[in-house]
């Protein structure tokens, strides 16, 4: 059973045979979106504890026709952590602070939920070959499930990016192209070399299965707190699909009746030395322009124009929520104290999450008693040369 209806154009629209692989919308070159017959989904499908822990436990809501093509390798199902040592340590109310926690995936960040989906029904629809651009965590996350499907993938990243990420790529057999030049540059190369060799693109948001696989996070989130939503998400965005894909998530659960309308505030947090979302959200702009001279030691957040940008700020502004950049020191600050608190080794992308967390609570945006979810999208383990610095130490 399943209710993959159509893919619909963000922008325009327009809808497209789900049945065929699919780009970017051919009229205006925006994201393409998997719709599903909600009215019968929600009619069919119930919770229970039976179903699977992974990605595919909805599989009804997924792309993926036949069961053979679930590719997997037990992603998703992370911990909602309540933290309430960290609370205590900043001076919250116990019971209010809350970490999803995506560092157990496979490969060790949420990047595994998209390409876990994404890999998934490319290969069920026919691609020969995968390929994608990636700061690091998503090369991982492709060549994992590559391997896992038997098909070749050529990953680009940029030629700085930690050693950890590289050699991840090369155990799972992937081709790696390192790249002079940002995500942008890696983006250009890989969809260059996809026409040229007849490869399948999986650039962030140029397809559109990347998104339904972060939209888990989103359902597992709504049960983990008992079919209601936090009242603040604080999410680290780069490309944006995670906070793309919960904000998806909660109108599908609620055209079934899982939920109700009550929605949390999505906050989008980047470094200030790469903050596009942030600038165009200040400016109330509905695009964001790239940011020139992006640097960040958090490579997740070091996406300087996302294809996503349109729909990462409606997101935030239907949610009554915000965006904020914190610096590089604070980011490492909030990672820290995450792992001596919760004994959770945070990624630098999830260590923004508390410096922004902090902030906007010093600020009043987040009061007394509002329950706030941070998500931490990945290990430390990737960007353990950060922490060789005994500078760390005043982060206690």
Not at 212 to 218: C, D, F
Not at 381 to 390: E, R, V
Request: net charge negative; glycine share 10%; charged share 20%.
């Amino acid at each position: 059973m399943n209710f993959l209806a159509h893919l619909e154009c963000s922008q325009c629209a327009r809808r497209y045979d789900a049945g065929v692989l699919q780009g970017l919308c051919e009229t205006c070159k925006r994201p393409l979106l998997a719709r599903y017959d909600l009215d019968a989904a929600g009619q069919a499908i119930k919770p229970s504890p039976s179903r699977s822990r992974d990605v595919w436990r909805f599989h009804e809501l997924q792309p993926v026709q036949d069961a053979r093509f679930r590719f997997s390798l037990n992603e998703g199902g992370t911990p909602l952590v309540t933290a309430d040592r960290l609370a205590k340590a900043i001076e919250v109310p116990p019971g209010t602070l809350f970490i999803k926690d995506e560092s157990p995936n496979p490969t060790g960040s949420f990047k595994a939920r998209g390409m876990a989906v994404a890999v998934s029904r490319a290969v069920e629809l026919g691609a020969p070959s995968l390929s994608a651009p990636s700061a690091g965590n998503a090369a991982c996350a492709l060549a994992a499930y590559a391997a896992k499907a038997g098909v070749d993938a050529h990953v680009y990243m940029p030629r700085d990016v930690p050693a950890s990420f590289v050699a991840q790529c090369h155990a799972f057999g992937a081709h790696v192209h390192l790249i002079d030049g940002l995500i942008t540059d890696c983006g250009r190369a890989s969809m260059e070399d996809a026409a040229k060799y007849g490869r399948f693109d999986l650039s962030t948001l140029k397809e559109p299965y990347r998104l339904e696989g972060k939209k888990t996070l989103g359902y597992e989130l709504a049960e983990q707190m008992d079919w209601t939503l936090p009242d603040v998400i604080v999410y680290p965005t780069g490309g944006g699909t995670g906070l793309v894909g919960m904000w998806k998530a909660f109108a599908e659960m609620e055209a079934m009746g899982w939920i109700d309308s009550e929605r949390p505030r999505m906050v989008s947090v980047q470094s200030s030395g790469c903050a596009p979302i942030v600038r165009a959200f200040d400016r109330n702009e509905e695009t964001a322009t790239l940011w020139e001279n992006a640097a960040t030691v958090a490579d997740g957040l070091r996406v300087p124009a996302a294809v996503g940008d349109i729909l990462m700020l409606r997101a935030i502004r239907e949610s009554k929520g915000t965006a904020i950049a914190v610096s590089d020191d604070e980011l490492l600050k909030g990672a820290t104290m995450i792992a001596r608190a919760e004994g959770i080794f945070a990624a630098p992308e999830g260590g923004a999450t508390l410096a922004a967390f902090i902030e906007l609570r010093n600020s009043g945006s987040i009061r007394d008693g509002e329950r706030t979810v941070l998500f931490n999208t990945g290990s430390g383990l990737s960007y353990s040369h950060l922490w060789n610095d005994a500078g760390r130490e005043g982060a206690a």
